[in-house]
């Protein structure tokens, strides 16, 4: 019987050169990208720079030694992902690289995000140094010109496939920007007359909802929903232009202006409202969830001029419990009564500055950030957007603990601005498009004097 050889109608068996070629695709084009390209379906930041840079780069590379060429890999590796990261939240690669001092002070071991993110480079690092062993300097004209088709191709559908989402990342303040913000807005920084009491609370990662119903109901219903809110105060809603993270959002409701902390660490600025309200014979007091060396605030918050600051630990030594999370700290919905007790002792009218942490995403649920049960607020938002529901359920908290404090018969005349700093970053386009990518809320709730009580009651 005839033995006959069968082979496959479309087999394909490369030569030693296309081999090479491969190799390098495999190297340059695939290990570096594909983490990135399996969010394409659920949205990421542009990289068709990266993609551009680390393919030119594979070719250029090819013929060095292994580690040189590893080596080279790893380094991209790395600013692909910073880029990536400063993408998602709103930084610049020099902001995202100032802030890598402080890594030590945050706990991504509290996220599984992060976890599962750190173990899929680790193994993909791992995979490649077996990969990068392989031969890769192909030569053959043809294949060459394949590898930059490749490059170009792999960028055009990241275009592609980012499309709709464009202005939702790195939002960075172009020059000449529009300048706007909650404090500009709302005009309180006017009503500082000595009479009442300032408050500006800036909320963590407080977006603007966009084209979701729910979402829009909850915003700020704990005030607006309130008769004993409504009879004491008058309420105004707006919303004003976002750039980068929560520093900048710091800078542009305290100071006025575009732009971030870092020329406040070593220089003060006297144009800064708690400067400007402390040469009015105001009292400035800063205070915030998380500990004071983060962002260095404990160095530039008296630079602008808060007399006083308080951070996480201390809040915690007076009575706020623990909440955890990556940016483990004091919990928010305990300190607005501490808010409350030092401004009832207060001896001379007070600015009052506080900055919250716990809804700094990722969210995890449990840790006592009480989000477990975010049902109980709305059963439509954590059946669609259970990580949304999260933080609403722990602004629902802070937020019902600010009225039980400012609604009190003893509670001093205040007037108070509640603002966000950014659009909460989610990387997945399902969750990031319910917010507006250009904007943030505020809410201003003013005092109402003596004439507004009596022009109420004649109305009422």
């Known amino acids: 019987m005839t033995n006959i050889a069968l082979r496959a109608p479309f087999s394909f068996s490369p030569n030693e050169e296309q081999k090479r070629f491969l190799h390098w695709a495999l190297c340059w084009l695939i290990l570096p990208n594909i983490g990135f390209m399996l969010l394409w379906y659920i949205g990421a930041p542009p990289r068709q720079i990266d993609i551009v840079a680390i393919g030119l780069l594979g070719l250029i590379v090819k013929r060095f030694p292994f580690w040189l060429r590893y080596g080279t890999y790893v380094a991209t590796v790395v600013m692909t992902t910073l880029s990536f990261v400063s993408g998602l939240f709103n930084l610049s690669i020099k902001s995202l690289l100032y802030s890598l001092q402080f890594f030590a002070e945050i706990k991504p071991s509290n996220s599984l995000e992060y976890i599962l993110v750190g173990a899929a480079l680790v193994a993909m690092l791992v995979y490649a140094y077996f990969a990068f062993r392989k031969d890769q300097n192909f030569e053959t004209p043809w294949l060459i010109l394949a590898g930059a088709g490749g490059i170009v191709a792999l960028a055009a559908t990241d275009y592609a496939m980012g499309q709709g989402m464009r202005g939702h990342y790195k939002r960075i303040a172009p020059e000449g920007a529009y300048f706007s913000s909650g404090a500009a807005q709302s005009g309180i920084e006017a009503r500082a007359d000595g009479t009442r009491h300032i408050i500006v609370v800036m909320v963590e990662s407080l977006g603007l909802p966009r084209g979701n119903a729910e979402m829009q109901r909850l915003l700020f219903a704990e005030y607006k929903n309130n008769p004993a809110i409504r009879a004491r105060y008058d309420l105004s809603q707006g919303h004003n ?49 998380f500990i004071g060396s983060f962002f260095e605030r ?163």
């Not at 709305?378 to 629902?396: G, T």
């Not at 908290?397 to 001093?412: C, G, H, L, S, Y």
Request: hydrophobic letters at 35%.
């Open 241 to 289: 232009p976002y750039y980068v993270s929560t520093t900048a959002g710091e800078v542009r409701e305290l100071c006025g202006r575009w732009g971030d902390y870092y020329d406040l660490v070593d220089r003060k600025d006297s144009n800064c409202m708690p400067a400007r309200l402390a040469n009015k014979g105001y009292a400035t007091h800063a205070m915030h969830s």
């Open 298 to 460: 404990d160095q530039w918050y008296p630079n602008i001029g808060f007399q006083k600051t308080e951070f996480g630990p201390l809040l915690i030594e007076r009575g706020a419990r623990n909440c955890g999370g990556v940016f483990a700290g004091a919990c928010d919905r305990d300190v607005p009564k501490q808010m409350a007790d030092m401004l009832k002792k207060a001896t001379k009218p007070t600015f009052l500055y506080f900055l919250t942490v716990n809804t700094h995403l990722p969210v995890p649920p449990g840790m006592n950030l009480n989000n477990e049960d975010c049902e109980r607020l709305s059963p439509k938002l954590e059946k669609a957007f259970p990580q949304i529901c999260r933080q609403f359920v722990m602004w629902h908290d802070f937020n019902n603990a600010m009225v039980q404090e400012i609604v009190a018969k003893d509670f001093p005349a205040a007037d108070i601005l509640i603002v966000g700093d950014h659009m909460p970053p989610y990387f997945d386009r399902y969750h990031r498009s319910q917010f507006d990518p250009a904007h943030v809320p505020w809410l201003y709730l003013r005092h109402k004097d003596a004439a507004d009580a009596k022009a109420g009651d004649r109305e009422g």
